[in-house]
């Protein structure tokens, strides 16, 4: 099999990746975008992080694109992207449970005050707070997919009350209420002291995080948006914090990234900040997960983690 390796690495990244995607799949031809444009009709498969639009046309033989991210926005974005060439999503479990240690985090530093804590030993202050338990803290998660019920059960486990939020209903997981559809959602803010979006990003999904939502939540809440910069309106969190509707926010993901250097979130006291980092794709477990579709799809054999183009991911 023939296969195209394109996207927005750096070029140690570019090597990286190459060499632990030839390991597990040795048979295969491994072609850098210059290489595969010498013999545009014998790519037969192209592995891909959020390539340059165009990146993927003129491949006539082209029978599947293996993303290497789990949000496939900016690819869906690409018009030339060719019509009909199934495009699978990565889903690695290493994956799911690095955004579940990275939204704990977040909880718990909400819950117990931790941020509140940091920013009082940056102005020398000791001031003690009242210790809450995890049980008084209920968390609402939006998107139960591989990321969010990942997210959900860990924080289940921990003792939180946990909603989780989809757009059909799906399996219940143990101590996790799972709810569907926006009226369910509407009752499901007010008693929610953190809200963690792990939306896809869809037309129906942008800017969900708006001043009406931030309204309908208890007074402080925390907001962490570990998915996308486009689910968050920045003004409306901005206003939502000066007011204390919001009293912190966690941000892993921004409109333009990297964040530009003027935005208001750099120096935002009560904003903490991640270099979207929340769930790297980790090359020593999905290799594993790209080549295993590329050799289903070599075989004819059904490729998992389909992206349905109509629905946005
Ligand atoms: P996924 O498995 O496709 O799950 C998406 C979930 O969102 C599903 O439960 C889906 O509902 C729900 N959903 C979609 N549109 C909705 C709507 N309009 N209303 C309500 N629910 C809706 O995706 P995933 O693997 O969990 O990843 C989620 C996102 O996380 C990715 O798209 C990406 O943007 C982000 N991400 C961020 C990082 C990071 O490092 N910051 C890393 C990886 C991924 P149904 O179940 O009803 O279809
Ligand atoms: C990261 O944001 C991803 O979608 O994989």
Do not use: K
């Not at 090597?15 to 995607?21: D, G, P, R, T, V």
């Not at 999905?286 to 991911?313: C, E, F």
């Amino acid at each position: 099999m023939n296969v195209m390796l394109c996207g927005d690495f750096d070029a140690a990244e570019a090597q990286a990746w190459q060499q632990a995607l030839a390991a597990a799949m040795p048979e295969a031809r491994w072609w850098t975008p210059a290489q595969a444009r010498a013999q545009p009709a014998a790519v037969q498969a192209a592995v891909v992080a959020n390539p340059q639009p165009g990146s993927l046309q003129g491949l006539p033989a082209l029978r599947l694109i293996q993303s290497l991210w789990a949000g496939v926005d900016r690819l869906l974005a690409d018009t030339t992207l060719p019509a009909g060439v199934p495009i699978a999503r990565m889903v690695d479990p290493a994956m799911n449970a690095a955004m579940a240690e990275t939204a704990l985090w977040a909880t718990l530093a909400l819950q117990r005050d931790f941020f509140t804590y940091a920013r009082q030993q940056r102005q020398g202050r000791w001031q003690q707070h009242a210790q809450r338990r995890a049980d008084e803290w209920p968390v609402l998660v939006l998107g139960q997919g591989e990321m969010g019920r990942t997210v959900a059960r860990a924080l289940a486990g921990m003792g939180f009350p946990v909603t989780g939020w989809s757009r059909n209903p799906g399996p219940v997981d143990p101590g996790v209420t799972r709810i569907a559809g926006d009226a369910a959602l509407r009752q499901a803010l007010p008693p929610a002291r953190v809200l963690i979006n792990l939306l896809p990003l869809t037309a129906q999904t942008a800017g969900v995080l708006d001043a009406r939502l931030f309204a309908a939540l208890p007074r402080g809440a925390g907001v962490v948006n570990l998915a996308r910069g486009r689910h968050l309106v920045d003004a409306d969190l901005l206003a939502a914090l000066a007011c204390g509707q919001v009293g912190h926010a966690v941000l892993d993901v921004f409109h333009a990234e990297p964040l530009p250097a003027d935005h208001p979130f750099w120096a935002h006291e009560r904003v903490t900040l991640l270099p979207h980092v929340a769930a790297q794709t980790d090359e020593r477990s999905a290799a594993a997960v790209a080549v295993a579709n590329l050799r289903a799809a070599r075989d004819g054999a059904p490729v998992r983690h389909l992206v349905d183009r109509g629905r946005g991911y």
